[in-house]
């Protein structure tokens, strides 16, 4: 049973530094582009109060997690420019169904899923960002789960790109430590155990695990951008 597991993780730990080796890198990309990106993501933040700094923090969580696997410098840039654009799909998503308290309709939640793939039509046009599991790549599949069940596509394991598997935590760590219309927000600790009961279900095992290594920074991380909002 022991050599079993040991052959298992082997496999998957190959696998995971295969997938950062894919993971491409953005070619001569300017400081410009960043705080275009940035500037996206606020505006989108700021159709609602409660969600202001979701995508710098997605950005930011996700470059923390990134340099804790060794991604190298230009791949991070990559995961950080996605962790801003992540959302931009909701741009088309009408506000009495994004903010809606009560219980979704099946066609609302539809219109709800298919912000990935909008979002990643509106960046389909940008030289760079629509190399294989790229930017596009990433925010079209950065609702999938380690475990299959997840949107658009339904990906399973590692054929969802990295900087997806990456963003899905940050994505979730963020969004549940902020009021939404439908639920109260989260502390810090409950919202890492929440992780931790997902790892192997909704998110990478790996990327829980670097997580994991990093909660402090995260923690503070976060403290400090809810004071920056007071």
């Not at 049973?1 to 998957?12: E, G, H, R, V, Y």
């Not at 080796?21 to 409660?50: I, M, V």
């Not at 299959?148 to 979730?172: C, H, M």
């Amino acid at each position: 049973m022991q050599a079993d597991t040991a052959i298992s993780n082997n496999f998957l730990y190959n696998e995971f530094l295969l997938s950062c080796n894919r993971c491409p890198s953005l070619p001569n990309y300017s400081k410009l582009l960043h705080d275009f990106a940035t500037a996206l993501g606020r505006a989108l933040d700021a159709r609602d109060n409660s969600t202001k700094e979701h995508s710098n923090e997605v950005a930011d969580i996700s470059s923390i997690i990134g340099k804790s696997i060794g991604l190298k410098k230009q791949q991070l840039e990559v995961i950080h420019l996605a962790g801003h654009l992540h959302d931009i799909g909701k741009i088309g998503i009408p506000d009495n169904i994004l903010f809606k308290k009560d219980k979704l309709s099946q066609e609302e939640w539809d219109c709800i899923k298919s912000h990935p793939m909008v979002g990643a039509e509106i960046v389909s046009s940008i030289e760079g960002f629509t190399e294989k599991n790229s930017i596009k790549d990433i925010i079209l599949h950065h609702h999938e789960r380690y475990d299959g069940k997840g949107y658009p596509s339904g990906l399973k394991g590692y054929e969802i790109p990295l900087g997806a598997r990456i963003i899905a935590v940050a994505d979730s760590v963020s969004a549940m430590m902020q009021k939404r219309p439908y639920r109260n927000k989260m502390d810090f600790e409950s919202t890492v155990i929440e992780v931790f009961q997902n790892s192997g279900t909704q998110f990478d095992p790996l990327i829980v695990n670097a997580f994991s290594k990093n909660l402090e920074t995260i923690e503070n991380y976060l403290k400090r951008k809810k004071n920056e909002l007071k």
